[in-house]
């Protein structure tokens, strides 16, 4: 389980969603979830060490008389409130001898022993795979049957084990019960909280055999791993369409089904994604409930505002170890290696293709639906984003609020003023992975990498023929279209292109041509 980035609210939902919730955790985009083996703490409805209370025999089954004053959640004995107990106040009596971590039972510190000796007595008889506990060899089990015996009451959304229902049953009630002693953020499950903790401590366990790359936690080990082998074990039914993982093949078959199980708590209308589900229940609301106290900027959710925070000051305590580079931010870092990797973990599960962050792929994924909710008063140009139509209102008004401190020039948007500061400082950040060559903009790297590739992604409708970049498809074009709108002022004479016009030009002012 992670918690990064912009996507986590939905990270279980298949029903509706509402933003009238508590202030939303960032989204994961779900890669692979980690086998419920390697969850080292579970809350179990029984622990071996109060088995010996026996209940009330006049207690009804479905009575629980004990709540707990925190949470307000109910129990049937006493003892099973005082476990409970423990969550809120952090206690975890029983420790490790090996390793020093502590555990809320003795039972969870039995099975955790297993971890350090390898330890796995229970294996399953139709795959042969081993797990350190009865229970969880029950509910592996149940991924060759297909049972879901535990059903949310709320959405009818089925699932393997109880534990998985009482985690999903919290996007519901809106219910965060763990929380950060650091930073106080609140999470669904012990599962986010401790891969949260990794942010603080810097401990990443998962580590990748073949590079040594490190990970916080496993669902971001295995599709790095996929980079190494470039498997694609998962294939459509329908189209043959090959894809890393499971769950980008099961958002590529909505493209078959047209099913759309997202629905917008809102207005109910439906979506095939999670990604574009955001994006639309965004239009909902403009409240910005956290404001900037230097600036006054307001922001949707408190982590954004964090990171805006951040720009206040010129503190840069994290470097890049490739070029030198440094960041405010250890997030805004990660991002910046995959410049030097080219690693591209987040991939559209409509049609595979992947890129170096979530910002990137979640502009992507509006290619796929022709929705755009905001439009141009003065134009009618439609966008999917507010902050897209900002950007355009200053083309209307010429409004350039982002000026070079270098040279004065002014911009439209932020992100064309730090194109072009890379002018002033020779910033060459994009390097080819195949002959070392160096560019300022990414752009620039991507044409220059189908050199090398042969790649040519621009095909010419009348012809057929293939290019490389936009630019020499569109002069392509004019030798089908006979347009010539370079015109010389002097003789009235047309031209197909630039540089045939300067040449000609030269006749009148008696250069040689």
Same mark, same amino acid.
């Given at each position: 389980? !992670? ?16 933003? #009238? ?17 390697? #969850?080292?703490?579970?809350? !179990? ?8 209370? !026996?209940?009330?025999?006049? $207690? ?31 206690? #975890? ?20 022993? #297993? ?7 229970? %294996? ?18 149940? *991924?060759? $049957?297909?049972?879901?015996?535990? %059903? ?10 109880? !534990? ?38 810097? &401990?990443?366990?998962?580590?990748? @055999? ?46 078959? @089904?047209? &099913? ?22 965004? @239009?909902?609301?403009?409240? /910005? ?20 925070? +951040? ?21 805004? +870092? ?8 080219? &690693? ?30 905001? %439009?141009?008063?003065?134009?009618? /140009? ?60 990414? *752009? ?26 936009? %630019? ?11 347009? /010539? ?7 009235? /004479? ?20």
């Amino acid at each position: 389980c !992670e918690d990064d980035g912009i996507f986590n609210e939905l990270s279980n939902q298949e029903g509706n969603f509402t933003l #009238k919730q508590e202030e939303p955790e960032p989204l994961q985009i779900k890669q692979e979830p980690e086998p419920l083996e390697i #969850k080292q703490e579970q809350e !179990e409805p029984q622990h071996q060490e109060y088995k010996e209370e !026996e209940k009330d025999e006049n $207690t009804a089954e479905n009575e629980r008389p004990f709540s707990c004053e925190t949470c307000g959640k109910g129990f049937r004995s006493k003892s099973q409130l005082l476990f409970h107990m423990k969550i809120h106040t952090g206690e #975890k009596p029983f420790s490790c001898e090996t390793c020093g971590k502590g555990f809320r039972a003795k039972s969870q510190l039995l099975l955790h022993m #297993k971890i350090h000796t390898d330890e796995k007595p229970f %294996s399953c008889e139709t795959c042969g795979k081993g797990f350190r506990s009865k229970s969880q060899l029950v509910v592996h089990m149940r *991924s060759h $049957t297909g049972e879901k015996p535990f %059903s949310c009451t709320s959405c009818e959304k089925r699932f393997t084990s109880k !534990e998985n229902l009482t985690d999903h049953m919290r996007i519901h009630t809106g219910q965060k019960p763990f929380s950060c002693g650091t930073c106080g953020k609140r999470f669904y499950r012990q599962c986010s909280l401790t891969c949260h903790m990794r942010i603080h401590t810097g &401990e990443m366990p998962f580590k990748c @055999t073949s590079c040594g790359k490190s990970f916080r936690n496993r669902s971001g080990l295995y599709p790095h791993m996929m980079t190494h082998a470039n498997e694609k074990p998962y294939s459509c039914g329908t189209c043959g369409k090959r894809f890393r993982q499971k769950g980008t093949l099961t958002s590529h078959m909505r493209t078959h @089904t047209d &099913e759309r199980p997202f629905s917008c708590g809102t207005c109910g209308k439906r979506y095939k994604n999670r990604n574009s589900l955001i994006g639309h229940i965004q @239009t909902h609301t403009s409240e /910005k409930l956290f404001s900037c106290g230097t600036c006054g900027k307001g922001f949707r959710q408190k982590e954004y505002l964090t990171s805006h925070m +951040l720009t206040h000051t010129s503190e840069k305590l994290f470097s890049c170890g490739t070029c030198g580079k440094r960041f405010r931010q250890k997030g805004t +870092l990660t991002s910046h290696m995959r410049t030097h990797t080219d &690693e591209r973990p987040f991939s559209c599960g409509t049609c595979g293709k992947s890129y170096k962050n979530r910002n990137s792929l979640i502009g992507h994924m509006w290619t796929h639906t022709s929705e755009k909710p905001f %439009s141009c008063g003065t134009c009618g /140009k439609g966008f999917h984003k507010k902050g897209h139509l900002n950007d355009h209102m200053r083309t209307h008004t010429d409004e350039r609020p982002f000026s070079c401190g270098t040279c004065g020039k002014g911009f439209h948007q932020k992100n064309i003023l730090t194109s072009h500061m890379r002018i002033h400082t020779d910033e060459k950040a994009f390097s080819c992975g195949f002959c070392g060559k160096r560019f300022r903009w990414q *752009s620039n790297l991507t044409g220059h990498m189908r050199i090398h590739t042969d790649e040519k992604p621009f095909l010419c409708g009348t012809c057929g023929k293939g290019f490389r970049c936009q %630019s020499s498809l569109t002069v392509h074009m004019k030798t089908h279209t006979d347009q /010539k709108p370079f015109l010389c002022g002097t003789c009235g /004479k047309s031209f197909r292109w630039q540089s045939s016009l300067t040449g000609h030009m030269k006749t009148h002012t008696g250069g040689s041509e």
